[in-house]
């Protein structure tokens, strides 16, 4: 009898095997393995590729009747890790080293697709609206320490109105006429820096 050693490409699903919540999931995979033990290969089991592609099967299935529709979905890699961890260990005997699986389609029902779309789309907003409340959280807490800080400091507030002032007529490019007697009660809080905004503020 003649084997080949080199590596061998199986591929193998599951149709309509019904997961631990009861949803119908067709599955196609992809096996890699080979036979280092050309031996044992050809005595302990009657047809080794047969019997490697019906034990990647029965795996696959026991494997999406232990966990949940969407576990299966989303935990692609760690259904790959635990479907070659079951196969290898029960091929060992066989003369044959598992070197990887790979899970290529998971196929849900429409409808399920559907709910899960729905249920996905409802976590981002939840998510988007969490983090606006931070964000809000944040500005008022902000907000909060400069009321205190400008309660406390009369020239502090003058000048950021004066600041805000000179951004709004910088943006837009309009014009703001100020009173002199506006500006003449700045003088004693104002420093040169402040006075040419001003200044510019009246252009």
């Known amino acids: 009898m003649r084997v080949d050693s080199r590596v061998r490409v199986t591929a193998f699903g599951a149709e309509e095997t019904l997961t631990a919540d009861l949803v119908p999931l067709n599955v196609n995979a992809v096996l890699f393995w080979m036979v280092w033990d050309a031996k044992a290969a050809c005595t302990e089991v009657n047809n080794f590729t047969r019997a490697v592609e019906l034990a990647a099967q029965t795996a696959l299935r026991d494997a999406i009747g232990r966990a ?13 890790r635990e479907l070659k961890r079951v196969l290898a260990e029960k091929v060992a005997l066989w003369g044959i080293t598992i070197l990887s699986v790979e899970v290529r389609d998971i196929l849900l029902p429409k409808e399920l697709q559907d709910v899960m779309s729905l249920e996905a789309q409802a976590e981002q907003r939840k998510k988007a609206r969490i983090i606006l409340m931070e964000a809000e959280q944040d500005i008022c807490e902000m907000m909060d320490t400069m009321g205190r800080i400008y309660a406390e400091n009369d020239s502090a507030l003058r000048l950021r109105a004066m600041h805000l002032l000179y951004e709004s007529v910088r943006e837009t490019g309009g014009t703001i006429v100020v009173p002199s007697s506006f500006s003449e009660g700045f003088s004693d ?14 252009k």
């Open 68 to 80: 949940g529709a969407a576990e299966v979905a989303i935990r692609r890699e760690q259904l790959d």
């Open 189 to 202: 809080v104002l420093d040169d820096g402040v006075k040419d905004i001003l200044k510019s503020a009246k």
